[in-house]
């Protein structure tokens, strides 16, 4: 993806010097971002009111694929539910919830958007583990994933276990995470087949 500099100044938030930075990082679904770099997006700092900016500029719609593993199909977005519902089951892993985004907005507001499903995603057994270890781990319980309509294709993205146990900083967890994280990349991957 291509990036280019950016004014500060462009940002309501800016200060009253133009500043230009570049950064490489897409972000987040959205054509202009003020970060600060803890999020992993630009050096060397650029400060305004003693907090550490980066301006980023870009035409892109990918989230920061440090915290979401994300995948592409030309399948539908049913297709892709089913595809995965039997990739997750084949390694111990269950759908304890499938929000239907799309029709409760319809429903609650009247509002059509494309099709939208949050997924909890779980397999029991490396649950108890983690609630064995640490109580407060549900807060990053179930797994979340996602299966969206974005104009002729369909995106699934995993919210990576890893980077949600970095969150709460359960260091002891980090492996339990990281073998959890490698088999519902696998199940994302199988889902696209």
Known sequence: MSI??????????APPLPIYRFCNE???????IVSHLNQSCCSPAVTYA???LCACFFEGKK????????????KTVQ??????????????????SNINVSKIIKEKT??????YLILD?????DANNALSLHKEVGLALPCKIIIYKDKDKTVISLFRPTESIKTLGFSDLKELAQDVEHHLKEAVDAALE
């Open 121 to 125: 995603v779980c397999n029991p057994k």
């Open 50 to 52: 003693n907090m550490p």
């Open 4 to 13: 280019g500099p950016t004014l500060l100044s462009d940002f309501s938030i």
């Open 63 to 74: 989230m920061n694929t440090q915290v979401a593993y994300i995948k592409e199909t030309s």
């Open 110 to 115: 009247g509002n059509t958007i494309d099709d």
């Open 79 to 96: 297709q892709t539910l089913e595809t995965l519902t039997e990739a997750l089951k084949q390694r111990s892993f269950g759908i304890l």
């Open 26 to 32: 897409p972000l987040i679904r959205s054509k202009y």
